[in-house]
T-cell receptor, first 112, second 113 residues
Framework: QKEVEQNSGPLSVPEGAIASLNCTYS??????FFWYRQYSGKSPELIMS????GDKEDGRFTAQLNKASQYVSLLIRDSQPSDSATYLC????????????FGSGTRLQVQP | AAGVIQSPRHLIKEKRETATLKCYPI?????VYWYQQGPGQDPQFLIS???????DKGSIPDRFSAQQFSDYHSELNMSSLELGDSALYFC????????????FGQGTRLTVV
């Protein structure tokens, strides 16, 4: 079992819809959770970070964290074709270990 | 705002050659991470440095080595290159305690022929 798991997709949604991306992690001691967006051939771009249970909203993006279920999600409201990319979930697995562990990413396609 | 700078952006090497990739972190960031990303794969953690000391080690081959210098820039040295080393190599930097946000550079695309 991978330490950070994501559905590879592609997840296809129509323009204007809500896209829901999910991620589960194995280490119950994980404290920090991040969502990165990566366009093909480009570097990962940080879009959200979340550290405590509940929801965190930033513009069209909402990150949701449930530590009891070891689950973190990203909602994208009013999806746009420009949101089409691979979304990487990243987790700081061990307390004190600085490096992030990435999931394999979910490819999102927003259909015009 | 200043970002993470990597050089070179593209590099072509022959098998068994040596390559050196450079990374300049965001000013005042004290931690540097190196990741390798093959085609269609997620970034794989190689190694990281905090305050010029190695802090974590991931799936870095013995043929690779890295260090962080007094100005906090880092270099990844890759020897005896193999075709399978062809990938995007990303550097990221962060500051402060464990678990803070990491920002990525634009990457170096290494092609081994």
């Amino acid at each position: 079992q991978k330490e950070v798991e994501q559905n590879s997709g592609p997840l296809s949604v129509p323009e204007g819809a809500i896209a829901s991306l999910n991620c589960t992690y194995s280490d119950r001691g994980s404290q920090s959770f991040f969502w990165y967006r990566q366009y093909s051939g480009k570097s990962p771009e940080l879009i959200m970070s979340i550290y405590s249970n509940g929801d965190k909203e930033d513009g069209r993006f909402t990150a949701q964290l449930n530590k009891a279920s070891q689950y973190v999600s990203l909602l994208i409201r009013d999806s746009q074709p420009s949101d089409s990319a691979t979304y990487l979930c990243a987790v700081n697995i061990d307390t004190g270990r600085r490096a992030l562990t990435f999931g394999s990413g979910t490819r999102l396609q927003v259909q015009p | 705002a200043a970002g993470v700078i990597q050089s070179p952006r593209h590099l072509i090497k022959e098998k068994r050659e040596t390559a050196t990739l450079k990374c300049y972190p965001i000013p005042r960031h004290d931690t540097v991470y190196w990741y390798q990303q093959g085609p269609g794969q997620d970034p794989q953690f190689l190694i990281s440095f905090y305050e010029k000391m190695q802090s974590d080690k991931g799936s870095i081959p013995d043929r690779f080595s890295a260090q962080q210098f007094s100005d906090y820039h880092s270099e990844l040295n890759m020897s005896s290159l193999e075709l399978g080393d062809s990938a995007l190599y990303f550097c990221a930097s962060s500051s402060g305690s464990s678990g803070t946000e990491a920002f990525f550079g634009q990457g170096t695309r290494l092609t081994v022929v």
